[in-house]
């Protein structure tokens, strides 16, 4: 039997199909995952994500009921309508996983992240800086004749704007804590 | 009922309360104390194997053939490390193990001890789940844990990780029933709303066809028989995947051959041509599935696993059933019956009459010699001469795992034992030795390459210990068979090391071990050499030289769609004639 006629590089030339079949729309979602708060579990959801190439856009993590023992993992991630189903399935198989919550399809829900933000400078960029964080109801938690360091809390999207903001007035340093969400209502 | 005593023997006493009989290990620095415990009991046996992948393997051949979870005993660092590809295989063909590893004391993690590496870190993503147990106390209540985890919803592999202090120190036993029962309760019953809805499409469908796989099996003998009443009762065809053979016979009027890369034509065309798929615990493998867009596009499907995580993974279905096959397919039969158990007659036999046509096409038919052995023919002599027995079949992987599905017909679930999602070569023949141990008087045979078979080969001494008679069925080609077909086809027939040089004397090497060598060159004189290889009491090394260059069709291209298969040379050069003859 002779080679088969493939054109060089085709899929057939591999053992695998190599077109890639997600050529549609990705959006963002917030997941709650609800956790036992036992050794290594953080590593099995992040191990999770990174062994099956989904994107982790932002994670925060830490124990919210020390008696039992339970931690709350937020995480938000992007994919195809496909995958954000396949992400939620797979972590809600994982043995340590309680419950996972799509907080952007469940209904309406509130994010908050927590920045602290360093910006070092003199002069009117130091007085703008003062003006703009007050705008954007930031506090100072820290203040050099210098350099100021604010706290903001708010969506991604305000800190981000607080960012832009704050670049040509001296940033020096910035320490994002990652979104918390949670349902609104009872 | 809580009694004091020291980790490792809270380790024997665990897993005796569990019903163990039976431990696959080596032993090794940080698991002495276990194995100290183990030498001072008769309950369970200890087989001892050459290499701790062969342990593996061999707990999976174990838990294949009874249905119960295999456990493996290895020791830290390179003990753990070579566990690991039986681990991922074991995860990938949904076997419950429980694998326990040694680790260096607790007070030494973290230090680059002798023998340590971080086992929880390497296995974690080839594991369903494991532990690092640092405290004597909640050893058993984490070996019972472990055991429920390998067991329950989709069967896996489960590792824990024991350090050395643990197993000395002195804790409180707790035995099964008064461990902490585990949140992890996997779904067991489908919806069902989901169910009455796939009856309906099952009453009316035209060209229905059951995709069965490993789920099935796993799911326990009570599933293959709900799956034989429904597929007598409505008709309907059965195709099933490499791992649910066995579940559906391969003697029942209902059976149209295994489906996939090297599946039936009649199979994969009913795939693709089907207006209902009903897909019984298999997971749409892109071996089952070819190139997606074009995956049975006409067809509704409906999907029933027990993990969700496989619904909706691979191919989008129109009923999803999250549930045991068990279960799922009781609530069914109950359902369809209640209904008046109607079905599509007219539609029906039209659809077998299509299937009855591509069967004509009799995609298995090879040009036969009477001077060479071809490995079809071998493997049809080997059914024909060992279908009646009570018989299990191991297999490595490549060409002669696809001949072995397509040539040898399995009646029974629990029967077929081979590497399907990972495709680990190497893992026939410990598995075999897994078998044999559970079924001390069975006919065990692996059927191997030589490539493959070279892989494990050291666990020849662990068969002449233990006096497990397995029967090791090489069909050497010398070559890498697959390998060398890709080649062929795909890589401008440019044979890159895909061939095995150096090959041992293999009649010798069975004598160096004490096992019964046969080799057989001839097809004249096959047959005989089979019933020797039978008739012989103890291992025996089959080395059955077979014609180097056969390729295995039909097959699937990577990338093409069910109906694009290709078939073997017979057939288009128009020798089925020829070929045929050999199969009447």
């Given at each position: 039997?002779?080679?088969?006629?493939?054109?060089?590089?085709?899929?057939?030339?591999?053992?695998?199909?190599?077109?890639?079949?997600?050529?549609?729309?990705?959006?963002?979602?917030?997941?709650?995952?609800?956790?036992?708060?036992e050794?290594?579990?953080?590593?099995?959801?992040i191990?999770?994500?990174?062994?099956?190439?989904?994107?982790?856009?932002?994670?925060?993590?830490?124990?919210?009921?020390?008696?039992?023992?339970?931690?709350?993992?937020?995480?938000?991630?992007?994919?195809?309508a496909?995958?954000?189903?396949?992400?939620?399935?797979?972590?809600?198989?994982?043995?340590?996983?309680?419950?996972?919550?799509?907080?952007?399809?469940?209904?309406?829900?509130?994010?908050?992240?927590?920045?602290?933000?360093?910006?070092?400078?003199?002069?009117?960029?130091?007085?703008?800086?003062?003006?703009?964080?007050?705008?954007?109801?930031?506090?100072?938690?820290?203040?050099?004749?210098?350099?100021?360091?604010?706290?903001?809390?708010?969506?991604?999207?305000?800190?981000?704007?607080?960012?832009?903001?704050?670049?040509?007035?001296?940033?020096?340093?910035?320490?994002?804590?990652?979104?918390?969400?949670?349902?609104?209502?009872? | 009922?809580?009694?004091?005593?020291?980790?490792?023997?809270?380790?024997?006493q665990?897993?005796?309360?569990?019903?163990?009989?039976?431990?696959?290990?080596?032993?090794?620095?940080?698991?002495?104390?276990?194995?100290?415990?183990?030498?001072?009991?008769?309950?369970?046996r200890?087989?001892?194997?050459?290499?701790?992948?062969?342990?593996?393997?061999?707990?999976?051949?174990?838990?294949?053939?009874?249905?119960?979870?295999?456990?493996?005993?290895?020791?830290?660092?390179?003990?753990?490390?070579?566990?690991?590809?039986?681990?991922?295989?074991?995860?990938?063909?949904?076997?419950?193990?429980?694998?326990?590893?040694?680790?260096?004391?607790?007070?030494?993690?973290?230090?680059?001890?002798?023998?340590?590496?971080?086992?929880?870190?390497?296995?974690?993503?080839?594991?369903?789940?494991?532990?690092?147990?640092?405290?004597?106390?909640?050893?058993?209540?984490?070996?019972?844990?472990?055991?429920?985890?390998?067991?329950?919803?989709?069967?896996?592999?489960?590792?824990?990780?024991?350090?050395?202090?643990?197993?000395?120190?002195?804790?409180?036993?707790?035995?099964?029933?008064?461990?902490?029962v585990?949140?992890?309760?996997?779904?067991?019953?489908?919806?069902?709303?989901?169910?009455?809805?796939?009856?309906?499409?099952?009453?009316?469908?035209?060209?229905?066809?059951?995709?069965?796989?490993?789920?099935?099996?796993?799911?326990?003998?009570?599933?293959?028989?709900l799956?034989?009443?429904?597929?007598?009762?409505?008709?309907?065809?059965?195709?099933?995947t490499?791992?649910?053979?066995?579940?559906?016979?391969?003697?029942?009027?209902?059976?149209?051959?295994?489906?996939?890369?090297?599946?039936?034509?009649?199979?994969?065309?009913?795939?693709?041509?089907?207006?209902?798929?009903?897909?019984?615990?298999?997971?749409?493998?892109?071996?089952?599935?070819?190139r997606?867009?074009?995956?049975?596009?006409?067809?509704?499907?409906?999907h029933?696993?027990?993990?969700?995580?496989?619904?909706?993974?691979?191919?989008?279905?129109?009923?999803?059933?999250?549930?045991?096959?068990?279960?799922?397919?009781?609530?069914?039969?109950?359902?369809?019956?209640?209904?008046?158990?109607?079905v599509?007659?007219?539609?029906?036999?039209?659809?077998?009459?299509q299937?009855?046509?591509?069967?004509?096409?009799?995609?298995l038919s090879?040009?036969?010699?009477?001077?060479?052995?071809?490995?079809?023919?071998?493997?049809?002599?080997?059914?024909?001469?060992?279908?009646?027995?009570?018989?299990?079949?191991?297999?490595?992987?490549?060409?002669?795992?696809?001949?072995?599905?397509?040539?040898?017909?399995?009646?029974a679930?629990n029967?077929?034992?081979?590497?399907?999602?990972?495709?680990?070569?190497?893992?026939?023949?410990?598995?075999?030795?897994?078998?044999?141990?559970?079924?001390?008087?069975?006919?065990v045979?692996?059927?191997a390459?030589?490539?493959?078979?070279?892989?494990?080969?050291?666990?020849?001494?662990?068969?002449?210990q233990?006096?497990?008679?397995?029967?090791?069925?090489i069909?050497?080609?010398?070559?890498?068979?697959?390998?060398?077909?890709?080649?062929?086809?795909?890589?401008?027939?440019?044979?890159?090391?895909?061939?095995s040089?150096?090959?041992?004397?293999?009649?010798k090497?069975?004598?160096?071990?004490?096992?019964?060598?046969?080799?057989c060159?001839?097809?004249?004189?096959?047959?005989?050499?089979?019933?020797?290889m039978?008739?012989?009491?103890?291992?025996?090394?089959?080395?059955?030289?077979?014609?180097?260059?056969?390729?295995?069709?039909?097959m699937?291209?990577?990338?093409?769609?069910?109906?694009?298969?290709?078939?073997?040379?017979?057939?288009?050069?128009?020798?089925?004639?020829?070929?045929?003859?050999?199969?009447?």
């Open positions: 039997m002779s080679a088969l006629k493939i054109k060089k590089g085709a899929s057939s030339h591999s053992a695998y199909d190599l077109r890639d079949p997600n050529a549609e729309v990705i959006g963002s979602h917030t997941l709650a995952v609800m956790v036992d708060n050794a290594g579990v953080l590593a099995r959801v191990g999770l994500f990174s062994g099956r190439g989904y994107n982790i856009e932002s994670l925060t993590v830490a124990e919210v009921d020390h008696e039992g023992h339970r931690s709350r993992i937020t995480v938000v991630t992007t994919g195809t496909a995958v954000i189903e396949q992400i939620k399935a797979q972590l809600g198989r994982l043995v340590p996983v309680h419950e996972v919550h799509d907080l952007t399809v469940e209904g309406p829900s509130v994010e908050r992240e927590l920045a602290l933000f360093k910006v070092a400078g003199s002069g009117e960029k130091r007085v703008e800086a003062l003006r703009l964080a007050d705008i954007f109801r930031a506090n100072v938690v820290d203040s050099t004749l210098e350099s100021f360091v604010f706290e903001i809390t708010g969506t991604p999207e305000k800190i981000d704007a607080f960012a832009e903001l704050m670049r040509p007035l001296g940033l020096v340093d910035v320490a994002r804590t990652g979104v918390a969400a949670l349902a609104r209502g009872a | 009922m809580s009694r004091q005593m020291t980790g490792a023997k809270m380790v024997v665990a897993l005796k309360d569990q019903g163990v009989d039976v431990v696959f290990g080596y032993p090794g620095g940080a698991v002495l104390p276990i194995y100290d415990e183990i030498f001072q009991q008769n309950d369970i200890h087989i001892l194997v050459r290499h701790e992948q062969g342990a593996v393997h061999m707990a999976e051949g174990y838990a294949r053939s009874t249905g119960k979870p295999g456990v493996v005993l290895v020791t830290s660092g390179p003990g753990a490390t070579n566990a690991v590809t039986g681990l991922t295989d074991a995860l990938m063909d949904s076997i419950p193990i429980v694998c326990l590893t040694g680790q260096v004391p607790t007070f030494m993690i973290g230090t680059d001890g002798f023998q340590e590496a971080d086992t929880v870190g390497i296995t974690r993503p080839c594991t369903k789940h494991n532990w690092l147990v640092k405290d004597t106390s909640k050893l058993a209540d984490t070996i019972h844990q472990a055991f429920h985890v390998a067991t329950k919803g989709r069967p896996g592999p489960v590792l824990i990780d024991i350090p050395k202090d643990v197993q000395f120190a002195t804790g409180t036993y707790t035995a099964p029933r008064e461990a902490k585990n949140h992890y309760q996997p779904k067991v019953k489908g919806d069902l709303a989901k169910i009455t809805e796939l009856v309906a499409l099952m009453e009316k469908a035209e060209r229905p066809v059951f995709y069965t796989g490993g789920g099935v099996i796993n799911s326990g003998p009570g599933a293959s028989l799956l034989r009443e429904l597929a007598d009762a409505t008709g309907f065809p059965v195709t099933s490499l791992m649910g053979l066995g579940a559906y016979p391969a003697s029942g009027k209902n059976w149209i051959g295994m489906l996939g890369m090297h599946g039936l034509y009649e199979a994969n065309l009913a795939m693709h041509g089907c207006d209902l798929m009903i897909n019984l615990g298999a997971r749409f493998d892109d071996r089952i599935t070819g997606i867009p074009d995956f049975s596009p006409k067809s509704k499907k409906a029933v696993d027990i993990d969700p995580s496989s619904i909706n993974k691979v191919i989008h279905v129109d009923i999803p059933i999250t549930g045991d096959v068990g279960h799922v397919l009781e609530d069914l039969i109950k359902v369809w019956k209640s209904r008046g158990r109607k599509n007659k007219d539609g029906l036999a039209k659809w077998w009459g299937i009855e046509q591509w069967k004509l096409k009799r995609c090879y040009k036969n010699s009477d001077k060479i052995i071809k490995p079809q023919y071998a493997l049809q002599r080997l059914e024909e001469l060992t279908k009646g027995r009570d018989r299990y079949i191991t297999t490595e992987v490549g060409q002669h795992q696809m001949w072995a599905a397509q040539f040898l017909g399995f009646d679930p029967r077929w034992m081979t590497s399907g999602g990972l495709g680990t070569m190497g893992y026939g023949f410990p598995a075999s030795i897994g078998v044999q141990v559970a079924h001390p008087d069975a006919l045979i692996n059927v390459g030589e490539a493959s078979w070279l892989m494990n080969m050291q666990e020849m001494g662990t068969a002449t233990f006096r497990t008679p397995v029967k090791q069925f069909l050497n080609n010398e070559r890498l068979g697959m390998v060398r077909q890709w080649q062929q086809l795909l890589h401008g027939e440019r044979y890159s090391h895909s061939w040089e150096s090959l041992p004397d293999f009649v090497l069975a004598e160096a071990f004490g096992w019964k060598g046969i080799q060159k001839d097809p004249k004189d096959l047959d005989d050499a089979i019933m020797d039978i008739d012989f009491d103890g291992p025996v090394l089959f080395d059955c030289l077979v014609e180097k260059h056969e390729n295995c069709f039909p699937i291209p990577s990338g093409k769609p069910h109906n694009e298969m290709l078939l073997g040379d017979a057939s288009t050069e128009g020798a089925i004639q020829a070929g045929g003859a050999v199969l009447v």
